[in-house]
């Protein structure tokens, strides 16, 4: 019996995986459990839940895998920080505190805090980790894999071939030049935090035309070849540890967006942020497709599985789709750092323990978080004096349509947690789709995020091609809310989900099979019988600004504090009227 740990961390989005036999059995981002968002710690909670919930000890795990390569990582920083010398003073001393005190010892961190033996320890290479979380869960026997992020131990995009004999490098482009880093540093520019906003310029670009193409290309140059540089005198992230841009970047666009401005896109300043925001999406796309095009050249596969945190953009992965020469793309779940902890497992386990790939272990679910058993629901309930009804589970879903159809807005917490930023019917709030005035409610009064925000569908399979222009080749994406699509009008030429289409006519598509989450699965059913749309808005359960909730208490404590009207925990219902918030005080 051999289970094998991949952990991620140190950086952003840490996480821990347990492999069983090859399968992914369990799958967790620190965040979860230290309710800091995108925490960065080292993942001791999440690698010891995800053992706890095996019902295995240290002892039994076979190999434990770091994604990434620190001695590598460490060289880059002292390399290109000695190099801006004296700028890059204040970074330097920075990173290296950081370093010495924290980021080198990771053998040590896994040896003294989880108590591995050392000899079990491993080490994998930040892309490898991400080229083998993204081609080892895919369907494919064959595939051209592409991985591209900010940066890892040099690499910032590397292209690689998959097949029987494992994962093949065939190039990659190194830091400074970087797509993740560029984009982040527009983030920085339009006012969103890094690491943490980037899907936001994703949505702000909606508003805007790309009449900035050919600035941004100034400071991400693309080569007919698919190759790209960056002119790093629009850029500081290569020596400072504060600031992403330099003057020079707003004295080419204009001052940048006041983090927390308000965004109105029919005022002036309004339309050039959105323009700015659209037109380095157009060019990340670009980038993109050349990097594809390169790849198709050189492995003459039909299919592409794509990993780092740039996969996480959906708008990218439809023209991948629609533009690129790939019939088929798979990303997972987890594409950015957390998926790493996933890959460094699948590099063990294929290439260096030797295990053949078992079509058994497929497909990937994204269930694979902490799950609660009913009786300690109820219990906590009835501890903390919460009025609620408890319902089987045809009287929930039946309960919870009514509730929909009433136009309530529901928290959904049910089974184990996500795998990934995204919320797929198992940590989620939910809400008539439908309704024009939905979209506005649940930002404002729910969420309390940036009024422009979109909001996602969820559709029953089967059902999708009714209302979503999906991309032939884009069905798994669809699954885990990773590709944007067009909405088809109404009978009537109408909107017809106006609550979850994009001021440009699109929607980031969740398709709901039986097989992944049969509850969810029957709600829209009954919910689509009711009204005869099987679709709800489908948002993550979160405020602004924090985790999605992994546990009961986080649930209740989000509920509390929101506009949410009805709370479904488990198989108990709690009606935002009906409860007495003071036993959380």
Not at 356 to 369: F, K, N, V
Not at 475 to 494: F, I, Q, S
Request: hydrophobic share 45%; aromatic share 10%; net charge negative.
């Amino acid at each position: 019996m051999s289970w094998v740990l991949g952990l991620s961390g140190l950086y952003h989005d840490s996480a821990a995986v347990l492999l069983h036999e090859g399968r992914v059995v369990a799958a967790a981002s620190e965040e979860r459990f230290t309710r800091v968002k995108h925490d960065a710690t080292f993942p001791i909670q999440s690698a010891r839940w995800c053992l706890a919930h095996a019902g295995i000890s240290v002892t039994d795990l076979t190999h434990v895998t770091w994604y990434e390569k620190p001695l590598r990582k460490f060289e880059r920083m002292l390399v290109t920080q000695l190099t801006e010398f004296p700028r890059s003073a204040r970074a330097f001393r920075r990173s290296t505190f950081n370093w010495l005190t924290d980021k080198l010892w990771v053998k040590s961190a896994i040896v003294t805090g989880l108590g591995v033996p050392p000899g079990r320890v491993l080490f994998s290479d930040h892309h490898l980790s991400h080229a083998a979380s993204a081609f080892y869960p895919s369907p494919f026997a064959e595939a051209a894999v592409l991985t591209v992020d900010g940066v890892g131990e040099w690499a910032t995009t590397s292209l690689y071939r998959g097949g029987p004999k494992g994962l093949e490098l065939l190039a990659e482009l190194r830091f400074p030049d970087s797509i993740g880093l560029v984009y982040s540093a527009f983030t920085a520019y339009l006012g969103f935090q890094v690491n943490d906003g980037e899907y936001k310029v994703m949505g702000m670009a909606a508003f805007g035309e790309p009449r900035f193409e050919a600035l941004v290309r100034k400071v991400l140059r693309l080569r007919d070849d698919g190759a790209f540089d960056v002119d790093l005198t629009y850029l500081r992230y290569h020596w400072s540890a504060e600031e992403s841009y330099s003057p020079a970047l707003e004295a080419l666009f204009g001052a940048a967006r006041f983090p927390g401005s308000p965004f109105d896109p029919t005022t002036a300043e309004g339309k050039r942020w959105a323009d700015i925001a659209a037109s380095v999406q157009k060019v990340t796309q670009d980038a993109l497709l050349g990097l594809a095009r390169n790849l198709h050249a050189r492995t003459g596969l039909p299919d592409l599985c794509l990993a780092g945190g740039v996969a996480l953009n959906s708008v990218a992965n439809h023209a991948l789709l629609t533009q690129g020469p790939f019939t088929r793309l798979f990303v997972q779940p987890a594409a950015g750092d957390a998926g790493g902890a996933m890959g460094a497992a699948l590099w063990t386990w294929h290439e260096v323990m030797g295990m053949p790939r078992d079509p058994d272990a497929l497909p990937l679910t994204p269930d694979l978080g902490q799950a609660w058993e009913d009786d300690t629901i109820g219990k906590l309930l009835v501890d903390l004096k919460v009025r609620h009804e408890v319902l089987g589970p045809e009287a929930l879903v039946e309960r919870a349509t009514a509730d929909l159809v009433e136009g309530r807005v529901l928290g959904w917490f049910q089974g184990r947690f996500e795998w990934g930023p995204r919320s797929l019917g198992h940590r989620s709030i939910l809400a008539d789709a439908r309704r024009p005035d939905m979209q506005a409610r649940i930002n404002e009064k729910v969420k309390f995020r940036e009024p422009f925000r979109p909001f996602a569908p969820s559709v029953l399979a089967g059902a999708e091609g009714d209302y979503f222009e999906i991309p032939a080749g884009g069905e798994a994406l669809a699954e885990w809310m990773l590709v944007v699509a067009p909405v088809r009008p109404g009978a009537d030429g109408a909107v017809a989900l106006p609550a979850v289409t994009h001021v440009d006519g699109t929607a980031r598509v969740h398709i709901v099979r039986r097989a992944a989450n049969p509850l969810f699965h029957e709600l829209l059913r009954t919910f689509g019988a009711a009204t005869g749309v099987p679709v709800l808005l489908n948002t993550s359960f979160n405020l602004k600004g924090e985790p999605i909730v992994a546990s009961p208490v986080q649930a209740l404590a989000t509920f509390f504090r929101s506009g949410l009207d009805v709370l479904y925990l488990g198989g108990h219902r709690v009606e935002q009227a009906d409860t007495d918030p003071a036993p959380l005080a």
